[in-house]
């Protein structure tokens, strides 16, 4: 059906092999499994919107994928593939306002596309796993208190490295340059989301270049920026700055109630940062990163904040709160390099060997009445001698095979390929162990074998 | 961040709201497990291919949605959205072959975009569940015969009225008509296909004028077209019918081989049927069906066939067999009709009442308590009225309200909405009953309420 050329991996669109998608399947499943714990609603949006809409929402326009019709080719596209899920969920909460319950908790994890240019990390097409609480014309701050531990309970429930919630509020960098007589600190938060790259002195030199700021404006920033905690300490070294400004002060506050709420999770697990900016995203309070221990320069793997409104333009403001989980990036790092792998390459538990070809149906009522009980089963399709079937199972890591009886008064039995013992086994009552029922994720201590998904 | 004229539904494009989501979600949870059950391995393709694979591949060019950059605008697209899941599965068992294990079983469960003309049941962006076996260079007949139970398996597994599977042979009809003489029988295909539709009167009519087909060969195509069995029985039928041809004899041979293999399964659930051709479909050998009772107007359900070489130009051939649901159909006739339905809106098992503001903490430990038993908990996030409390929960159909102690010594209690029955309750230890840890799937006897998708 086709010619070999047209065989070749896209650059920026990763695929797995099955046994990688089995590691990929269970991590979509841990966060499915944790947001529905925490009562968030499922949600999936159609993969296009309106261009103009997309269009209308995105900083990089030149990123959004276009979809047309190869009958109409010539004419303009008038939609595209969805760049994230924030664009999507406001225009779902606004055209079906009147059938949602608010406060709306949804998660929604889904692939996403954008045209950047493909690097380690950044993806054409990639999973985003999100949650969001949005409200009908208000929403209270206990949803902002709520998602550091949230994100703790996520992060913990994945198999990767022990990750730490960075939480600060974007009133208080606002409130700071009100009180410092600056309107607008579009170019102080660029310059202080580089400091974890460049480090503090390249960002002086950004605040006073680009920022306009004199020395000791951009070393009073430097003094906010550096304020850490893992409780509610930061308020007294913020407010030892000196500077006295209302939105300032409640972003101090919304942060402390932030942080209070934290104090049941591990010390240290979240931690008041007050660098985080979240860049030029259209948070304007409570905001969140998180970082995972010895990987920082994955950057934050699962981010997110609070907005004033999801969707302007409508009768009332539609506030939320809310994080993005960078799934693919999480996968492309610790699958990728074979840290993750998964138990065996296929779901089959048990392999029915097959004695001849009579005796096929015997083989076939075996594996049904295993599967019955949630048993994966598959029989083996020829009657090859019995090594050659192990030695099938064993190649797919499938735990156990079965012999049915080869005589009328014989008895069924199973193997364990990995002991090698064989036991008289019943197809009607036989469990496997727990942990042999389904694969299960394995984290290397030493990755041997880099395998980088195709098209990247 | 939107006009309110970009807010509007995309006509093919269908979104459900999240209690539906929580059925579709059913749905394809069940689809997963049973093909699981049935050892195969998960597999997810990017959504886009090349162009120039994709036309080459489709009988249906027009369909093709083409994807391009925004800043490309004005260049030929060079990429397209996959419109089904079977030419990507050839691009890449070719792409992987060397890292594949053979015969590769493969499930996928994606979303396909086809341009067509909205209609019912006909959507723009729709899912498909795909089981395949692909083999490499040969695959065991055996493979085709265990399809019509897995079939039969996964429709059982669905919340939908039983289905029967329809088995024949492409080698009976065109061994039939080289036997008849004929070299081709794309135009008796055409018509014989029609056969439920317009009945044999006029397929007859179609054979006589489309095929060329005398007035007694139309009789004899009719003849073999009407064959039905529960059983073997139809060799005898086809036999009788008088055609000598090896082609013809293998078909035969091949389907008796197929019914044997069901003989386990529940009188009628697989029917061979003589007239199933597949339309214009790539099989060469067995080919399925399913229709489900009462609802033959939605067409087959669940369709597929074996196919000589999945993708041809390489070394050595890559046959097949496989089937694929059509979930979104599914899902637009019993979830739009509001025939199946969630047992409530959201995951949350207990609504944990917030006493007042001070005790928040102590409302927030409790679900958390439920939550790391397994039990979906959240905590209301504004101290009103238990009242009003309760009404949020009764809303949502969440079955139970869960009270902190009001004084020091009081003790816990957990309401049932339904019953309105409030006993004193642990959180360490209580259990809700198994069918309310999570949402229930219901058959409505009696669909109250028709509630299409958006978009639709």
Redesign the interface.
């Known amino acids: ?4 050329s ?5 650059s920026g ?7 990688q ?2 590691v ?2 269970d991590l979509l499943d841990r966060i499915r499994a944790l947001a ?13 919107e ?4 997309l ?3 995105g900083e990089t ?11 109409d ?1 010539g004419q ?2 008038e ?3 969805h760049f994230d899920l924030t ?1 999507p969920l ?3 909460v ?3 306002r009147g ?3 608010f ?1 709306f ?2 998660y929604q994890i889904q ?1 996403v ?1 954008r ?1 950047e240019r493909p690097q380690e990390g950044r993806y054409r ?1 990639f999973y985003q796993a999100d949650l969001d609480v949005v409200g009908d014309g208000e929403l ?1 701050l ?2 902002d208190a ?1 998602m550091p ?1 949230i994100i703790h ?1 996520l992060l913990t429930a994945l198999p990767v490295p022990p990750a730490t919630v960075l939480v600060s509020n974007r009133k208080i960098l606002d409130g700071f340059g009100r009180g410092l007589g600056r309107a607008d600190t579009t170019e102080i938060v660029r310059a202080l989301d580089k400091l974890d790259k460049v480090g503090p002195q390249a960002v002086r030199q950004m605040l006073l270049e680009h920022a306009g700021a004199s020395g000791s404006e951009a070393d009073r920033w430097l003094s906010l920026a550096a304020i850490r905690s893992t409780d509610t300490g930061f308020v007294d070294d913020a407010t030892a700055l000196g500077v006295t400004d209302d939105l300032f002060a409640e972003g101090v506050d919304e942060l402390a109630t932030v942080m209070a ?1 934290c ?2 999770l591990p010390h240290g697990a979240v931690v008041a940062d007050l660098h985080i900016a979240r860049g030029l995203d ?1 948070y304007t309070g409570t905001v969140y990163e998180s970082m995972i221990a010895g990987h920082d320069d994955l950057g934050s793997i699962c981010s997110g904040g609070r907005y004033d ?6 009768g009332h403001a539609l506030p939320g709160v809310g994080i993005s989980v960078g799934v693919s990036r999480l996968l492309g790092r610790f699958l990728g390099s074979g840290r993750l792998r998964a138990s065996r ?4 538990c048990v392999l029915v060997a097959l004695t001849n070809d009579d005796t ?2 015997q083989s ?2 075996i594996a ?1 009445q295993l ?1 019955a009980r ?6 083996f ?2 009657p090859l001698r019995f090594g050659k079937q192990i030695r099938h199972a064993d ?2 890591g499938i735990p156990f095979v079965w012999f049915p009886p080869l005589a009328g008064d014989d008895k069924d039995s199973v193997r364990d390929l990995r002991s090698g013992a064989q036991v008289p086994a019943d197809a009607a009552t036989w469990t496997p162990p727990g942990n042999d029922l ?1 694969p299960t994720i394995e984290v290397a201590a030493d990755p041997l074998r880099a395998t980088r998904p ?2 990247v």
């Open positions: 059906m086709s010619q070999k047209q065989i070749t991996p896209l669109f990763p695929e797995w092999l099955p046994e998608r089995i990929e399947q529905e714990l925490y009562g968030f609603v499922p949600l999936e949006t159609r993969a296009v309106p261009l103009e809409y269009v209308h929402q326009s030149k990123e959004i994928y276009t979809v047309g019709r190869l009958q080719s303009a596209s939609l595209g593939l664009v406001a225009r779902y606004q055209e079906f059938k949602l319950r406060p908790k949804r692939k596309w045209g097409e209270s206990h949803f709520e531990a309970a709420a104090s049941t259209y409104d999801l969707a302007s333009g409508g390459t296929t779901p089959t096929r149906a076939a009522a049904q599967r949630g048993i994966a089963a598959e029989v399709h020829e190649r797919r389904r195709h098209g």
